[in-house]
T-cell receptor, first 114, second 110 residues
Framework: EAQVTQNPRYLITVTGKKLTVTCSQN?????MSWYRQDPGLGLRQIYY???????DKGDVPEGYKVSRKEKRNFPLILESPSPNQTSLYFC?????????????FGPGTRLTVL | GENVEQHPSTLSVQEGDSAVIKCTYS??????FPWYKQELGKRPQLIID?????GEKKDQRIAVTLNKTAKHFSLHITETQPEDSAVYFC?????????FGAGTRLTVKP
């Protein structure tokens, strides 16, 4: 089944404890992206990747890191999480390099930072 | 950078009525405008999209219009049904990034 998967789905952590949220797609898509969703603010893009080893900042990249070493995986890293990073996170992928195509979203990861 | 504004934030209609959601964007370089529907507790899913070389696109009960001069685009849902109740997001893509509006919560009353 063609899909985008994220793990974990739920995570409660404490300030300053490094964490990684994994994202994987099995559709051979070129483009992958991370978003955070907060009430009243919609979806805000954190980072995106147009291809392996190519990543770029989105609208709200501060406090996050990403890597794209393989086409199918695009992990999101929070080196020192803070309470303002408590949010619902979505990973997405699209067929085209530019991302100007249907983006398929993962199921979401709800992160709470205490 | 691109800024997308979406109105209204909430919209309530009677079943069978039409619903219209409007978005404006700021970057004239934007050339791709998707609309996503997000049901409660679920992931966003694309319902329709339009590119800057097209003025209107229809898919059954859903249509999107684009006015490049005024930098605004709209989603039109006709003959609304209770299952249309969800949050709808517009978005604009100027280069390789994607900027979303804040969302519209649509409620269709039976």
């Amino acid at each position: 089944e063609a899909q985008v998967t994220q793990n974990p789905r739920y995570l409660i952590t404490v300030t300053g404890k490094k964490l990684t949220v994994t994202c994987s797609q099995n559709m051979n898509h070129e483009y992958m992206s991370w978003y955070r969703q907060d009430p009243g603010l919609g979806l805000r893009q954190i980072y995106y990747s147009m291809n392996v080893e190519v990543t770029d900042k989105g609208d709200v990249p501060e406090g996050y890191k990403v890597s794209r070493k393989e086409k199918r995986n695009f992990p999101l890293i929070l080196e020192s999480p803070s309470p303002n990073q408590t949010s619902l996170y979505f990973c997405a992928s699209a067929l085209l390099t530019s991302g100007t195509d249907t983006q398929y979203f993962g199921p979401g990861t709800r992160l709470t930072v205490l | 950078g691109e800024n997308v504004e979406q109105h209204p934030s909430t919209l309530s209609v009677q079943e069978g009525d039409s619903a219209v959601i409007k978005c404006t964007y700021s970057d004239s370089a934007s050339n791709y405008f998707p609309w996503y529907k997000q049901e409660l507790g679920k992931r966003p899913q694309l319902i329709i999209d339009i590119r800057s070389n097209v003025g209107e696109k229809k898919d059954q009960r859903i249509a999107v219009t684009l006015n490049k001069t005024a930098k605004h685009f709209s989603l039109h849902i006709t003959e609304t049904q209770p299952e249309d109740s969800a949050v709808y997001f517009c978005a604009a893509s100027p280069y390789n990034d994607m900027r979303f509006g804040a969302g519209t919560r649509l409620t269709v009353k039976p």
